[in-house]
């Protein structure tokens, strides 16, 4: 299959979250199981301190506002030669410190910023004679590629027969944006209506995504379930349960190349279920780089975007309890500002037991999944989630919220099967902090029995979440969006 693929982030490229890692591992597994795969993506200054070199390839006229804009083209390629990389180069937009806003804040042209993407892609990757059968955009970013396909390139003969998936990867990121922007997309005014892109008197982007693909998919097979319901739905629950019959759930891989204690060059020592000495080693040298003592006690990771998706209040509320026992919890994170100061000032309080890092930090988040005993991650909602299956691989026993993405892969610990359990983790299900605290206090339980714990770790450690599983579960979305009656 000839597919063309279209995100705003991928690894090593660009990266604020786990949308990067799927967008940077799925197109190489897909070439790897002999598809034709293109990647799109905008062109960020910060693309050039990494190691992806890129070349200026053409320029592209895109229909701007009433007249035309010229942007630059520029390709290279991914996963060692076996994907193409199309990047949208637009300086006044992309070349920027942030990817979608600095600060805290979001830019307040990203309507601007996204529309000009999607419609250079829908420019720059006709290849004559050979229509994609396969447009594959990722959330809202790239949502409008998908209706302009429908729309716009409907009668084009370099899109002729070219099906669309669109993949949800957050539904509480929907891009809304004023009315006042409608005309920057170039769409028609026919197609802002309530069935459309209209959404309470906004523009809607996702939306976009949502009624104008064949297909669609999210990232878990119980977040599919949940986004038809107002409690996950964000709103759009109605939409998508007129399209129930087109949603699937597909549980995201993880890449085994980055994430493997056998091999993570950014690891002090490198270790494996059958020798774990290794994270030992890993521990203390955790231990000694965030400044806590260097001793044996149990240790609790937290590597997060710091937003209220992922439960963070929950865990500002339970620490000072937690921090009560005999533990210690090393926290990266970076976001929310009030969330910021109010780890900081529990680190300031604590620091003996809480070291926080407020950054982003690749290296150090492979350190923590190392280093530390249990992963906490107690998110509210999670369309898939991505470190607590980095967790697993990394023998860290993740403690989770019983949704989504993480009741999918987690199987939780009960106290009254022992033998022949297949637990990997522990889950709780009300988002509420005592309820939260109490399944910390019987992770902690369980951590003194040597051999339980001895389990939970290997057992975690021998899962298979390989992104190959998932990328045939792709392959037979995209089959089944040529194959589906438009
Ligand atoms: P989400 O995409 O919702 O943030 P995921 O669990 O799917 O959640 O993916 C998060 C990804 O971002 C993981 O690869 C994680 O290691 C990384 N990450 C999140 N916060 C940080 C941080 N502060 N520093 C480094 N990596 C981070
Ligand atoms: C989103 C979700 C996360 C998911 C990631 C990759 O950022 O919040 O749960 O793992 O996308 O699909």
Same mark, same amino acid.
């Given at each position: 299959?000839?597919?063309?693929?279209?995100?705003?982030?991928?690894?090593?490229?660009?990266?604020?979250?786990?949308?990067?890692?799927?967008?940077?591992?799925?197109?190489?597994?897909?070439?790897?199981?002999?598809?034709?795969?293109?990647?799109?993506?905008?062109?960020?200054?910060?693309?050039?301190?990494?190691?992806?070199?890129?070349?200026?390839?053409?320029?592209?006229?895109?229909?701007?506002?009433?007249?035309?804009?010229?942007?630059?083209?520029?390709?290279?390629?991914?996963?060692?030669?076996?994907?193409?990389?199309?990047?949208?180069?637009?300086?006044?937009?992309?070349?920027?410190?942030?990817?979608?806003?600095?600060?805290?804040?979001?830019?307040?042209?990203?309507?601007?910023?996204?529309?000009?993407?999607?419609?250079?892609?829908?420019?720059?990757?006709?290849?004559?004679?050979?229509?994609?059968?396969?447009?594959?955009?990722?959330?809202?970013?790239?949502?409008?590629?998908?209706?302009?396909?429908?729309?716009?390139?409907?009668?084009?003969?370099?899109?002729?027969?070219?099906?669309?998936?669109?993949?949800?990867?957050?539904?509480?990121?929907?891009?809304?944006?004023?009315?006042?922007?409608?005309?920057?997309?170039?769409?028609?005014?026919?197609?802002?209506?309530?069935?459309?892109?209209?959404?309470?008197?906004?523009?809607?982007?996702?939306?976009?995504?949502?009624?104008?693909?064949?297909?669609?998919?999210?990232?878990?097979?119980?977040?599919?379930?949940?986004?038809?319901?107002?409690?996950?739905?964000?709103?759009?629950?109605?939409?998508?349960?007129?399209?129930?019959?087109?949603?699937?759930?597909?549980?995201?891989?993880?890449?085994?190349?980055?994430?493997?204690?056998?091999?993570?060059?950014?690891?002090?020592?490198?270790?494996?279920?059958?020798?774990?000495?290794?994270?030992?080693?890993?521990?203390?040298?955790?231990?000694?780089?965030? !400044? =806590?003592?260097?001793? &044996? #006690?149990?240790? *609790?990771? @937290?590597? $997060?975007?710091?937003?209220?998706?992922?439960?963070?209040?929950?865990?500002?509320?339970?620490?000072? !309890? =937690?921090?009560?026992? &005999? #533990?210690?919890? *090393?926290? @990266?994170? $970076?976001?929310?500002?009030?969330?910021?100061?109010?780890?900081?000032?529990?680190?300031?309080?604590?620091?003996?037991?809480?070291?926080?890092?407020?950054?982003?930090?690749?290296?150090?988040?492979?350190?923590?999944?190392?280093?530390?005993?249990?992963?906490?991650?107690?998110?509210?909602?999670?369309?898939?989630?991505?470190?607590?299956?980095?967790?697993?691989?990394?023998?860290?026993?993740?403690?989770?919220?019983?949704?989504?993405?993480?009741?999918?892969?987690?199987?939780?610990?009960?106290?009254?099967?022992?033998?022949?359990?297949?637990?990997?983790?522990?889950?709780?299900?009300?988002?509420?902090?005592?309820?939260?605290?109490?399944?910390?206090?019987?992770?902690?339980?369980?951590?003194?029995?040597?051999?339980?714990?001895?389990?939970?770790?290997?057992?975690?450690?021998?899962?298979?979440?390989?992104?190959?599983?998932?990328?045939?579960?792709?392959?037979?979305?995209?089959?089944?969006?040529?194959?589906?009656?438009?």
């Amino acid at each position: 299959m000839n597919i063309l693929m279209l995100a705003s982030e991928a690894v090593p490229l660009a990266k604020t979250g786990g949308l990067a890692d799927v967008v940077g591992a799925l197109p190489v597994e897909l070439a790897r199981l002999g598809h034709d795969v293109r990647l799109a993506l905008p062109r960020y200054a910060g693309i050039e301190s990494t190691s992806v070199k890129l070349t200026q390839a053409s320029k592209v006229q895109i229909p701007w506002r009433g007249d035309r804009l010229e942007v630059g083209v520029e390709t290279g390629t991914l996963g060692g030669g076996a994907v193409p990389l199309i990047c949208i180069r637009y300086d006044p937009f992309f070349a920027r410190q942030g990817i979608y806003g600095e600060g805290g804040r979001d830019y307040p042209d990203n309507l601007d910023r996204f529309v000009l993407f999607c419609r250079a892609v829908m420019e720059a990757c006709k290849q004559p004679g050979r229509p994609p059968d396969i447009l594959h955009a990722h959330d809202w970013q790239a949502a409008l590629a998908v209706a302009y396909l429908k729309t716009l390139y409907r009668n084009d003969p370099a899109w002729a027969g070219t099906r669309a998936l669109f993949t949800i990867h957050n539904i509480g990121y929907q891009g809304h944006f004023p009315v006042s922007t409608y005309d920057t997309t170039g769409l028609p005014w026919s197609e802002y209506t309530p069935e459309r892109l209209e959404y309470y008197g906004q523009v809607n982007l996702l939306k976009g995504g949502l009624v104008y693909a064949d297909l669609l998919n999210t990232v878990s097979p119980t977040y599919a379930r949940e986004i038809q319901t107002a409690e996950f739905g964000y709103g759009l629950e109605g939409v998508l349960q007129t399209r129930k019959d087109r949603l699937f759930g597909v549980t995201n891989g993880i890449d085994y190349n980055v994430w493997n204690p056998a091999t993570d060059p950014h690891l002090p020592v490198r270790y494996s279920a059958g020798d774990l000495s290794g994270k030992r080693e890993c521990k203390r040298a955790l231990q000694a780089e965030m !400044k =806590l003592p260097v001793r &044996d #006690v149990p240790l *609790v990771g @937290l590597v $997060s975007r710091l937003a209220f998706q992922k439960g963070i209040d929950l865990i500002v509320d339970i620490l000072p !309890k =937690l921090l009560g026992l &005999d #533990v210690q919890v *090393v926290a @990266l994170g $970076s976001g929310d500002p009030s969330y910021q100061t109010l780890l900081a000032g529990l680190s300031a309080r604590y620091p003996d037991k809480l070291a926080v890092r407020l950054a982003f930090d690749e290296p150090l988040a492979h350190r923590i999944e190392a280093g530390a005993d249990l992963f906490l991650m107690p998110s509210r909602y999670e369309p898939c989630g991505l470190n607590q299956l980095y967790s697993l691989r990394y023998g860290t026993v993740p403690v989770v919220r019983k949704t989504g993405g993480l009741a999918d892969t987690v199987v939780p610990y009960a106290p009254d099967v022992r033998s022949g359990s297949a637990a990997t983790g522990f889950s709780f299900e009300k988002p509420e902090p005592e309820v939260l605290l109490s399944t910390m206090f019987l992770a902690l339980r369980v951590y003194r029995d040597k051999d339980e714990w001895a389990g939970l770790m290997q057992r975690g450690m021998q899962q298979d979440f390989s992104w190959q599983r998932s990328a045939k579960q792709y392959v037979d979305l995209y089959e089944r969006a040529l194959a589906v009656e438009v």
